[in-house]
Antibody, heavy 120, light 107 residues
Framework: QVQLVQSGAEVKKPGSSVKVSCKAS????????FSWVRQAPGQRLEWMGV????????TSAQEFRGRVKISADESASTAFMELSSLRSEDTAVYYC?????????????WGQGTLVTVSA | AIQLTQSPSSLSASIGDRVTITCRAS??????LAWYQQKPGKTPKLLIY???SMESGVPSRFSGSGSGTDFTLTISSLQPEDFATYYC?????????FGQGTKLEIK
């Protein structure tokens, strides 16, 4: 299975943007979809969106539309999640998840997570 | 969007107990469901995928079952390292939502 390494922790000001990267190795990048999941302190897991490199498409959860951009650079085997107009409630650990999906079966694999802190 | 409802939200149990956690989907999702274990400050760990397929290296006391709308995660004999929060997630259609979690605590 592909190995995922995410970029390091970030501290951002309210109103700014953050871009988190997720580099995949050990597999064929275009064979996977890459979802982003976040978890605020003490809260549940929250699915944000997905990029499908083989199709060149991305979609996001309704609550993040207009603020999140999920993309992938196949040449660099890297997926990205950019969140804008940051507010304190966006303080969370952001996870990249590779999904190997075939015929209704999906196998997920998680990155190590990236802590994003939004503070004035 | 498909909603997942876990029950119970929290559970107290003793070492050696048999424990069952339920995940109910708001519409049919075939077998497109995974179960995770998460300990404080750690990345969720995959236990079960495709509703009943065990991830490599997961102890055999863990098992998953169900299809359609009703799913269960069973721990046959609780061990000290099993006290954690458990989540289900579906992979039927976007958004791939999660259940709210079940916190398993020591009685």
């Amino acid at each position: 299975q592909v190995q995922l390494v995410q970029s390091g922790a970030e501290v951002k000001k309210p109103g700014s943007s953050v871009k988190v990267s997720c580099k995949a190795s050990g597999g064929t990048f275009s064979s996977y979809n890459f979802s982003w999941v976040r978890q605020a302190p003490g809260q549940r897991l929250e699915w944000m969106g997905v990029v499908i490199p083989i199709l060149g498409t991305a979609t996001s959860a309704q609550e993040f539309r207009g603020r999140v951009k999920i993309s992938a650079d196949e040449s660099a085997s890297t997926a990205f999640m950019e969140l804008s107009s940051l507010r304190s409630e966006d303080t969370a650990v952001y996870y990249c998840v590779s999904e190997y999906c075939r015929g209704g079966s999906c196998y997920p694999n998680w990155g190590q997570g990236t802590l994003v802190t939004v503070s004035a | 969007a498909i909603q997942l409802t876990q029950s119970p939200s929290s559970l107290s149990a003793s070492i050696g107990d048999r424990v069952t956690i339920t995940c109910r989907a708001s519409q049919g999702i075939s077998s497109a469901l995974a179960w995770y274990q998460q300990k404080p400050g750690k990345t969720p760990k995959l236990l079960i995928y495709d509703a009943s397929s065990m991830e490599s290296g997961v102890p055999s006391r863990f098992s998953g079952s169900g299809s359609g709308t009703d799913f269960t995660l069973t721990i046959s004999s609780l061990q000290p390292e099993d006290f954690a929060t458990y989540y289900c997630q579906h992979f039927k259609s976007y958004p791939y939502t999660f259940g709210q979690g079940t916190k398993l605590e020591i009685k």
